[in-house]
């Protein structure tokens, strides 16, 4: 199936379509994207106390990033389906909230940054979700790609701040 010159993502006519990567070699990659969860600093006591009413509300979290990272294709109508060979799912209590960071890995013929955001997202909104009873306000930020390695484009690294 043909491109369109200029957006991959539309075929010559300008219809969407799913880009083909079957002549693309198959490559070691990774992506990493983190986001943050703003909290008042009580909420970070109570789960870091272990007092949180829904139980280990960071481990359900990073749960659910793993499960999101696996079936993100579900989500996102244009990306493939990937065979995901490692996910690492981390959780970092702050004075002011949560910082979660998704690392995604595969050998194949696209990206997991895709991956890596959505698994990042998912953490979140879990955490927003386990925690909304004891705060409302709670906000998502910064969900953002840190670094991406593999394939065509080569590596890339967001400056840390």
């Known amino acids: 199936m043909e491109n369109h010159p200029d957006l ?9 379509h799913m880009v083909s990567v079957g002549e693309k070699d198959a490559t070691q990659r ?3 994207a983190e986001g943050t969860l703003r909290t008042r600093p009580q909420t970070v006591r109570l789960v870091a106390e272990g007092r949180a009413p829904k139980g280990d509300v960071l481990a359900v979290a990073r749960v659910a ?3 999101a990272v696996k079936r993100t ?10 065979p995901i060979t490692g996910v690492s799912a981390d959780i970092k209590m702050l004075d002011d909230g949560f910082l979660v960071v998704v690392t995604v890995a595969t050998v194949g ?4 940054e895709m991956e890596a955001l959505t698994g990042v997202s998912a953490a ?3 955490l927003y979700d386990m925690l909304k009873a004891q705060e409302r ?4 930020e910064q969900v953002r790609l840190m670094e991406k390695r593999g394939g065509r484009s080569g590596t890339y690294q967001r400056e840390e701040g």
Not at 73 to 82: D, G, R, V
Not at 109 to 112: M, S
Not at 137 to 140: N, P
Request: charged share 15%; glycine share 8%; proline share 14%.
């Open 8 to 16: 991959p993502h539309l075929d010559p006519e300008g219809r969407v």
């Open 65 to 67: 990033a793993i499960m």
């Open 73 to 82: 294709a579900e989500w996102i109508p244009l990306a493939h389906p990937i």
């Open 124 to 126: 979140l909104l879990t």
């Open 137 to 140: 306000g709670m906000v998502i």
């Open 30 to 32: 990774l992506a990493r």
């Open 109 to 112: 013929p696209t990206g997991v």
